[in-house]
């Protein structure tokens, strides 16, 4: 079983859509987690963060975490066509080094 | 808003060739990083440094690559002998210090190795 899995997509969705991307790992160990968007051929940019169960929210993203269930989510809402980019989760143990999943693709369409 | 530069943004050389690939991360931060994203592929890690030491390596990170930090703000990575398994993005790291976990990307440096 691999440490981190994303479904690849490509996801596509229409202008105004809500998205619901998400993540599961094997790891219990891991306690921080991240939300990078990469444009292609980019480096990955980094949109939430969060280092508990529960909901955080910034802007049109929501990041959720249910270390319970060992899965994570990150929501946009009115998703606009300059949202279409991969979407990469990442986490990290305590003192080690960020496992990234291999990304969703996602297309907004005008 | 500060932000992880590098260049070059894109490097093409020879098999056997000596590569080095440069960072500029972000002024306050403390710990770096370096990792490689071949082609369709997800981000690996390299190898991470804090307070002029490597603190961590993959498997990857093997003799043939060196990192350094040779001056308050440049943090560099050598690849000594090229190979053409090499050709990949390359992404440079930082994040603030103990207690804060997020990194920030540079844009890349695109390796091709022909």
């Known amino acids: 079983q691999k440490e981190v899995e994303q479904d690849p997509g490509p996801l596509s969705v229409p202008e105004g859509a809500i998205v619901s991307l998400n993540c599961t790992y094997s790891?219990?160990?891991?306690?921080?987690f991240m939300w990078y968007r990469q444009y292609s051929r980019k480096g990955p940019e980094l949109l939430m963060y969060?280092?508990?169960?529960g909901n955080k929210e910034d802007g049109r993203f929501t990041a959720q975490v249910d270390k319970s269930s060992k899965y994570i989510s990150l929501f946009i809402r009115d998703s606009q066509p300059s949202d279409s980019a991969t979407y990469l989760c990442?986490?990290?143990?305590?003192?080690?080094?960020?496992?990234f999943g291999p990304g969703t693709r996602l297309s907004v369409l005008p | 808003e500060p932000e992880v530069t590098q260049t070059p943004s894109h490097q093409v050389t020879q098999m056997g060739q000596e590569v080095i690939l440069r960072c500029v991360p972000i002024?306050?931060?403390?710990?770096f990083y370096w990792y490689r994203q071949i082609l369709g592929q997800k981000v690996e890690f390299l190898v991470s440094?804090?307070?002029?030491?490597?603190?961590?390596k993959s498997e990857i990170f093997d003799d043939q690559f060196s990192v350094e930090r040779p001056d308050g703000s440049n943090f560099t990575l050598k690849i000594r002998s090229t190979k053409l398994e090499d050709s990949a993005m390359y992404f440079c790291a930082s994040r603030p210090g103990t207690g804060a976990y997020e990194q920030y990307f540079g844009p890349g440096t695109r390796l091709t190795v022909t």
């Open positions: 440094f804090y307070n002029n030491e490597i603190s961590e």
């Open positions: 990442a986490m990290l143990p305590y003192g080690q080094n960020f496992v």
């Open positions: 790891n219990s160990a891991f306690q921080y």
């Open positions: 002024s306050n931060h403390l710990y």
């Open positions: 969060t280092y508990s169960s």
